[in-house]
């Protein structure tokens, strides 16, 4: 059977595939603490589902136009403007089914063969892959620890080329937590403002889950804007997931040529969804903010336990629900049955006898790393930590 090349240029996601063999061990009856997949543990507030029920009954089960409901649109453009003091239409807005679409929307609606997208590592495992899928080519500009897992402006400067078509980063940065200040963010901007072609493509669908401010877009510098291209959903700030909503925010002309894309490939998204989010957005914030301080609380205590396990290097985060350690002290060290030799193996060996599920830091951009989420129970953090350091002490 001859299948498509398009399949050979991608890979199946890691976090997806981590979740699939802790799920395969869970059937077995094994007891398998999940610190791999991105999502809250929370349930989706009272308000929100009230109006999915509403919603129903108002008989809201229709097609739905391509780039959304006109009140969603308009909700959307309501919450940049009370977020983050930025000012867009309903044209500039296209709502998809999930803020992956999004940016599988916007990548195929940018990038051509061979031009190339500029990615600070760590990264979100899609973004590469979307890449790939478009035949242009990732540029990776790497980050450490010691640098708070950010790019400076000169590494920027230094990775443009004729052929740089987009730069796509997330802040808060899935995995590593990073958060990008606004003198942070205007020394990126002061780059860009020296190559007019490049488009920005601003990640920020974690922006409220952050504890060290407000959120701050690239998008805020009127001179760029135009460039900048927004993502968010719903997903991680109002535990929606399963919900899958997410929008862009960008200049017309990008957003009309997303709604052409979508036209094809989804349409509209779900019509359920849609009418929810616009509660979501426009009223009461109150039960997101306390999931943010429970992910606070969590943050705290997953650092002392990491911090108390010898050889585990870790950047705390600023924002998002992740750490990402580097781990690579452990690479060549064996308990006799296993030897770990990378990531990979570090993250199988604590599948198989901690039995606590993670991701490698090679879909991330760093193969020196390790993901682990902290989107769960308090208890469940604690005796996940402490089955990883008896798997890690018997390690030599």
Request: glycine share 6%.
């Amino acid at each position: 059977m001859q299948l498509s090349s398009i399949l050979t240029r991608f890979s199946e996601p890691e976090t997806l595939k981590m979740a699939k063999l802790g799920r395969e061990l869970r059937a077995k009856g094994i007891d398998v603490i999940d610190l791999s997949l991105g999502e809250p543990d929370f349930d989706t507030p009272n308000h929100i589902k009230a109006a999915a029920k509403k919603a129903i009954d108002d008989n809201w089960s229709h097609y739905t136009p391509v780039a959304g409901y006109p009140d969603l649109r308009e909700a959307v453009c309501t919450k940049l403007k009370r977020d983050n003091n930025l000012d867009y239409k309903p044209e500039n807005i296209v709502v998809s089914t999930g803020a992956k679409q999004s940016l599988a929307n916007i990548i195929l609606a940018l990038v051509d063969e061979g031009e190339e997208v500029i990615i600070p590592t760590p990264y979100w495992v899609t973004y590469s892959e979307l890449v790939k899928i478009a035949k242009g080519k990732v540029v990776e500009i790497r980050s450490s620890p010691k640098s708070g897992f950010k790019i400076t402006p000169a590494q920027l400067e230094a990775a443009i080329t004729p052929k740089t078509k987009a730069f796509l980063f997330s802040s808060p940065c899935n995995p590593s937590g990073a958060v990008y200040s606004r003198k942070e963010l205007e020394g990126l901007a002061e780059v860009f403002r020296r190559h007019p072609g490049i488009f920005i493509i601003s990640d920020e669908i974690y922006e409220l889950i952050n504890y060290v401010g407000k959120p701050e877009s690239i998008a805020q510098f009127d001179d760029i804007k135009d460039r900048v291209v927004i993502v968010n959903g719903l997903s991680k700030a109002f535990a929606m997931t399963g919900w899958r909503l997410g929008y862009i925010a960008a200049q017309s002309e990008v957003a009309k040529a997303c709604e052409k894309l979508q036209g094809q490939f989804t349409s509209g998204t779900n019509s359920i969804a849609q009418k929810s989010a616009v509660v979501a957005l426009t009223t009461d914030l109150g039960p997101s903010h306390e999931m943010v301080r429970e992910f606070g609380r969590r943050r705290q205590r997953t650092m002392e336990l990491v911090r108390a396990i010898p050889g585990l290097t870790c950047f705390e985060p600023e924002g998002a629900f992740y750490i990402f350690p580097d781990v690579s002290s452990y690479f060549g060290k064996s308990d006799g049955q296993h030897l770990i030799r990378n990531a990979s193996d570090f993250c199988m060996y604590l599948l198989n006898t901690a039995h606590v599920s993670s991701v490698m830091g090679d879909a991330f951009g760093e193969p020196a790393c390790v993901r682990f989420s902290f989107a769960n129970s308090m208890e469940n953090i604690e005796k996940a930590w402490k089955r990883i350091a008896e798997a890690l002490g018997k390690l030599k």
